[in-house]
Nanobody
Framework: QLQLVESGGGLVQPGGSLRLSCAAS????????IGWFRQAPGKEREGVSCISSSGGRTDYAASVKGRFTISRDNAKNTVYLQMNSLKPEDTATYYC??????????????????WGQGTQVTVSS
């Protein structure tokens, strides 16, 4: 059974850091690109970052570039999202999703096949 399980969310002050994890099981993890998305209340889901199956290619939304870093450990079937210099506008539920192939191809949600349940990130003083 395919599963993606996010963890690491929480409450952090502006300027702080969090590291999210996405643990995968039930499919050939090292053949799939993985994306991170987020959705704030009343807003559409937006793409944040993506990493290719090998980890050799990464992509970031303009709003997080330079602050967030995506990485993966294929031996552990896990993708990470290191989030630094967090801002209140980063507050959202963060989801990881497995792409249909090995390369990142944008952030249209329907192009991602499988999704986790999400983890809440709240940036507030």
């Amino acid at each position: 059974q395919l599963q993606l399980v996010e963890s690491g969310g929480g409450l952090v002050q502006p300027g702080g850091s969090l590291r999210l994890s996405c643990a995968a099981s039930g499919f050939t993890f090292d053949l799939r690109a993985i994306g991170w998305f987020r959705q704030a209340p009343g807003k559409e889901r937006e793409g944040v970052s993506c990493i290719s199956s090998s980890g050799g290619r990464t992509d970031y939304a303009a709003s997080v570039k330079g602050r967030f870093t995506i990485s993966r450990d294929n031996a552990k079937n896990t993708v990470y999202l290191q989030m630094n210099s967090l801002k209140p506008e980063d507050t959202a539920t963060y989801y990881c999703a497995a792409g249909r192939g090995s390369v990142c191809s944008g952030y249209i949600p329907s192009t991602y096949r499988d999704w986790g349940q999400g983890t809440q990130v709240t940036v507030s003083s």
